[in-house]
């Protein structure tokens, strides 16, 4: 079975510019994250969708963050305008459960590396 | 939400058993304890979790003592593709599911 996959792995852009940057959570899990780690920083959680609701989009830094999951399949995440402290990498995580207890451990993509020059 | 400290780096060698452990004083009733791993360059990935007492899986075994304030992950015979960083998180689901990331515990695996 695939696992969640994320496109592009790599994303060098401009400042002011506009990125999107996909996830495939795997098939079937109805629980999808957003998360993030800026250079020398933890990972931090930006946003949770169930299917194609927002469930929590507490993390989510400001308004220049969008992210989409039509259908609820796959999921956009656009940064519009870039700026240069939005560099970083980006992680998309799925899960089956999303309530507490065993069996609902996140299933992590590999990321995708933002560059804002 | 329960805050989690654990140490920043840890060196081993191959072959010997690593423990890393994890204090969280204010753990809450229901919260769970689960461990990631993330090797460079990729994102983490699950462990082991548990609630009290111990836990084993094929990876690793986890220890928690009856109050519940802290943790060990227990890695047996650990090899050079152990190197990685460890994460201890606790209290996620009241926050719905989300995951609460702290710096982690660097393990370095030498020959």
């Known amino acids: 079975e695939a696992g969640v996959t994320q496109f592009p792995s790599h994303s060098v852009i401009e400042k002011g510019q506009t990125v999107t940057l996909r996830c495939d959570p795997i098939?079937?899990?109805?629980?999808l994250y957003w998360y993030r780690r800026v250079m020398g920083k933890e990972i931090k959680f930006l946003l949770h969708?169930?299917?194609?609701?927002?469930?929590?989009e507490s993390g989510m830094p400001n308004n220049r963050f969008l992210a989409e999951r039509t259908g609820g399949t796959y999921s956009t995440l656009k940064v519009q305008p870039a700026e240069l402290e939005d560099s970083g990498v980006y992680f998309c995580?799925?899960?089956?459960?999303?309530?507490?207890?065993?069996?609902?451990?996140?299933?992590f993509g590999p990321g995708t590396r933002l560059t804002v020059l | 939400l329960a805050k989690t400290t654990q140490p920043i780096s840890m060196d081993s060698y191959e072959g010997q058993e690593v423990n890393i452990t994890c204090s969280h004083n204010?753990?809450?009733?229901?919260?769970?304890i689960t461990w990631y791993q993330q090797f460079p360059s990729q994102g983490p990935r699950f462990i082991i979790q548990?609630?009290?007492t111990k836990v084993t899986n094929e990876v690793a075994s986890l220890f928690i003592p009856a109050d519940r304030k802290s943790s060990t992950l227990s890695l047996p015979r650990v090899s050079l593709s152990d190197t990685a960083v460890y994460y201890c998180l606790v209290g996620l689901y009241n926050q719905g599911g989300k995951l609460i990331f702290g710096q982690g515990t660097e393990l370095s695996v030498k020959p």
């Open positions: 548990g609630y009290k």
């Open positions: 204010n753990i809450a009733t229901n919260d769970y």
């Open positions: 995580a799925s899960n089956l459960i999303g309530t507490p207890g065993p069996g609902n451990e996140q299933f």
């Open positions: 098939s079937g899990h109805d629980n």
């Open positions: 969708f169930v299917k194609e609701s927002k469930q929590d």
